[in-house]
């Protein structure tokens, strides 16, 4: 199964943009109760989002919401009141894996936005009532001062490889923040995707078509994914194990997989399945 591309937040304060939101052709959308809504709003935002879900016309998106920090009672409140309307709740600033105790097995998509949340993202990926973890950029950057693109790929590698290791879809990007720079940020999801981030999380809904063609793989990947795929299945036709290409090539099996892998998301985002 290809995991969910495109990520849309919309704020718990704006009901009115919800049905946007779910129609924008995002794979998800997370309504937002935590750092979009203000403190004065934020009993609004969750009876918007219990509302919202409840009546909730049938769609092609899934709908999670961001609930506040669990570590406080608001965060704990709102877990109450959307976890089990909400196709999956997005945890903020988790740090310690024991505040997932609470919350269902699967169910769980933690953000990992601080030094400590990093150091103990494994930990974190682990957890039973995990479905995914995701990096929150914004918080991170502003906690640790940092502003340059290749540090913060050292803190991206951490959850990458910690949403690996503990058989977690890919970890999506953070938010892009300028909304009016459609090739930066077509060329940071590339940059991502090179290093094992897949999908990404948008702010508004013209950013969800420059991410899924930034991640559908290019007419070269594709084509010779193709060919390792026509190759090994001749091969598997004609009962052999091995298969060269005609370039010499050895074929193997994570070779193979991976192929299939890269036809697959390009027929996905070609919407041929
Ligand atoms: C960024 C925005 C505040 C921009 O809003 P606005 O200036 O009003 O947008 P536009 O005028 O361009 O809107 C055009 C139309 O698009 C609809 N729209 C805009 N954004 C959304 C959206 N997110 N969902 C659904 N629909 C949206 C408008 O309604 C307009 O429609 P129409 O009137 O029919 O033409 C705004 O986009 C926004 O609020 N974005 C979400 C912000 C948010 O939720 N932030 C929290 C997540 S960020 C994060 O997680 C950081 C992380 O924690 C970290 O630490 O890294
Ligand atoms: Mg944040």
Redesign the pocket.
Known sequence: MIPPVTW????GD?PE?FA??VA?GADVVII?LE??VVPARKDEARANAVAYLRERPASAAAVHVRVNDLATARGRADLEAVGDLADGVRL?KVEDPAVLDGVADGRAYP?L?SAAGILRAAAVAAHPAVAGIAL?????SAELSMTDEAAMNHLRLQAVLAAAAAGLPPVPM??YPD?RDEEGLAASCRAGRAMGLFGR?A???RQIPVIRRAFRPGEEELARALEIVEAAERAERAGLGAVALPDGRFVDVPVLARARRTVALARHLDGEV
């Open positions: 849309l937040y919309v704020p704006r943009r946007k939101a924008s937002d750092d979009a903020p953000l936005e929150g950029e914004q918080d991170l953070s938010v909304v999380t702010i508004h809904p």
